[in-house]
């Protein structure tokens, strides 16, 4: 089986599992990079040659790229060679970094330099809905709900459906860019959904444009939302059903995120 062969199972495989496109470029791409490396056929290869991979191309990717790969390539030989060439590899430990958050004054700050009304829409609905950079570019007309200001997220991460909440400040905005644009598919593009790289790159030049020193990305507005919430007082439970999240673990990051009520506490020095 050559590789071209091999990756058009993979990918067959990966459809089948329904699997998210992202989920289907990673594990895609991974594979490429290690038949690439070894020159090999993918019948030929073993565990040695994960592990030159790992030990060559990945000593400093993040815990997370490093799991990734070697769950794509379990995947794909598993399911479609019968065999697991990251058998008795250790996975290393997932890190626990703190996510970088905008403050509300950077987020308006950001708000403020986006050039065109679309773009502006799309960010303000990142921040003001906490939604994922792959939801917003699946979003349609029927998902949304301007009576309630609420919209639903269709088979989003885990494949299921949560419901959302939209801004009363955009949902008339939001509403009326809609209705010029009946003809589109999509709520932000006309027959496929935006790619989500498209929109990494506008808040990366938005960002730069407003001055922010700090690492910005379409997630970073999913974060700022979520610890923006917390220090209003909202509570946890509620911010994971917004988020999404299965796992309250996951929402718990922000509690270290914030940091609005740790500013409040006087330190004993200034008592003595």
Partial sequence: MNTQEFLKKVETEIKISKLSTYTLRNYLDFNKKLLKFTNKQPEQIEQQDTKYFLADKMTDRASSSIILFLAAIKFAYSNVLGKDPTAGIKRPKKENKIPVVLTKQEVAEL??????????????????????????????????????????????????????????????????????????????????????????????????????????????????????????????????????????????????????????????????
């Fill in 111 to 272: 708000l403020k330099k986006i050039e065109t009304l679309k773009s502006r829409l799309m960010l303000q609905l990142l921040y003001s809905s906490g939604l994922r950079v792959s939801e917003i570019v699946n979003l349609k007309k029927s998902d949304l709900d301007f009576n309630e200001n609420t919209g639903w997220v269709r088979a989003g991460k885990g494949k299921k459906d949560r419901m959302f909440i939209i801004s009363k400040k955009l949902s008339k905005k939001l509403e009326k860019f809609i209705n010029k644009n009946l003809d589109w598919n999509f709520v932000f593009s006309k027959t496929n959904p935006l790619t989500t790289r498209n929109i990494q790159k506008i808040v990366q030049k938005t960002a730069q444009r407003a001055g922010i020193d700090k690492q910005v990305h379409p997630h970073t507005l999913r974060h700022s939302f979520a610890t923006h919430l917390l220090e209003d007082g909202v509570d946890i439970r509620i911010i994971q059903k917004l988020l999404g999240h299965k796992d309250i673990s996951t929402t718990m990051i922000y509690t270290h995120v914030s940091s609005k009520e740790l500013k409040k506490i006087e330190s004993p020095f200034d008592s003595l």
